[in-house]
T-cell receptor, first 113, second 115 residues
């Protein structure tokens, strides 16, 4: 079963606009990660935010995490056509086992040039 | 290129046939994962290896599925008596320090079509 649910399922914006994707999850986490997937390809890691962090930046990406609401958001600023892809959040459990990575259902982003 | 490689990229097979996929992880990574992804969905966990030991298997992995990682290097995923419901992208990922510290590195997957 998948832990996270992304919202919206699909998003279409003009180049230069900002894109915001949200992820909600159900159980306690050690960290939350965002990945990108181009059509027909594997996933590429974008950013990792730990449970004790509230915000993290990487280039044009900004991730926030609210553990009280069990939610995270990914903001892509000044979007480019090359940002067109599916974006997935993934959660890592806090303890025990092998540190399972559980993916959400994804947001499909289309950036129109 | 020292990324994760998967072979083949595409596989078309008839129902009832056996198929085997191969994954070569990043060489210094001792953790290896298999995921399955169907159209429009996120990857679903199948199994995990730490070195040569298979430490976790999903309930999704029926007895028709078997995975191995001899000598803790490359891994194979075999599906016996394939069914149409097995059609999916099979993704392999590797990691060095574990996902509490470092991310997963994915290959480009093997797309299986069962006719």
């Amino acid at each position: 079963s998948q832990q996270g649910e992304e919202d919206p399922q699909a998003l279409s914006i003009q180049e230069g606009e900002n894109a915001t994707m949200n992820c909600s999850y159900k159980t306690s986490i050690n960290n939350l990660q965002w990945y990108r997937q181009n059509s027909g390809r594997g996933l590429v890691h974008l950013i990792l935010i730990r449970s004790n962090e509230r915000e993290k930046h990487s280039g044009r990406l900004r991730v926030t995490l609210d553990t009280s609401k069990k939610s995270s958001s990914l903001l892509i600023t000044a979007s480019r056509a090359a940002d067109t892809a599916s974006y997935f959040c993934a959660t890592v459990g806090p303890s025990g086992g092998y540190q399972k990575v559980t993916f959400g259902t994804g947001t499909k982003l289309q950036v129109i040039p | 290129d020292t990324g994760v490689s998967q072979d083949p990229r595409h596989k078309i097979t008839k129902r009832g046939q056996n198929v085997t996929f191969r994954c070569d992880p990043i060489s210094e990574h001792n953790r290896l994962y298999w995921y399955r992804q169907t159209l429009g969905q996120g990857p679903e966990f199948l199994t995990y290896f730490q070195n040569e030991a298979q430490l976790e298997k999903s309930r999704l992995l029926s007895d028709r599925f078997s995975a191995e990682r001899p000598k803790g290097s490359f891994s194979t995923l075999e599906i016996q008596r394939t069914e149409q419901g097995d059609s999916a992208m099979y993704l392999c990922a590797s990691s060095d320090l574990g996902p509490r510290v470092s991310p997963l590195h994915f290959g480009n997957g093997t797309r299986l079509t069962v006719t």
